[in-house]
């Protein structure tokens, strides 16, 4: 597939909104190998393939082992991930398939065994970030492999 628009070409402001709310996520204090599991898995959900090369080398550079991001679409099977992950990554799925199933009280009390108000407002930033720019890139077929680990931050 050939590229159809690349971020170069374009006015960098268009998206300083969203540069704004990454810097955000990154001084938040939220666990950043967390959040990198986080935006793996719904690159998954979302079939992002330059996020998921993105968000790969991100989470194995910040430690994440490849067992558990290859056995992450099959997170509810494996005993590789602990309840507060387990509850994180639910939650991501449903925000991210919001149109066909929401977010249930059920889920959102689980999330709060484990987080405060801020840190859900800051996860679910998080996760509304990583599906807009799955989105965008889908968008405009942005080209795969050549990431290299920190070369937006």
Known sequence: MKERISFQELNQE???????????LHKS????KLLELVKYRVSQ???????????????????????????LAAWRECPFYSEKEKATLAFAEALTQANQQGVEDDLFEQLQAFYSKEEIAVLTLGITQINAWNRINK???????????????
Do not use: W
């Open 14 to 24: 268009m998206f300083s909104g969203m540069y704004k709310s990454e810097a955000y």
């Open 29 to 32: 204090g939220f666990d950043l």
């Open 45 to 71: 959900i979302n079939g992002c393939a330059f996020c998921l090369d993105m968000h790969h080398k991100e989470a194995i550079h910040m430690g994440e082992s490849e067992l558990r991001l290859h056995s």
């Open 139 to 153: 968008a405009f077929l942005t080209t795969p492999g050549e990431y290299k680990v920190g070369q937006f931050s």
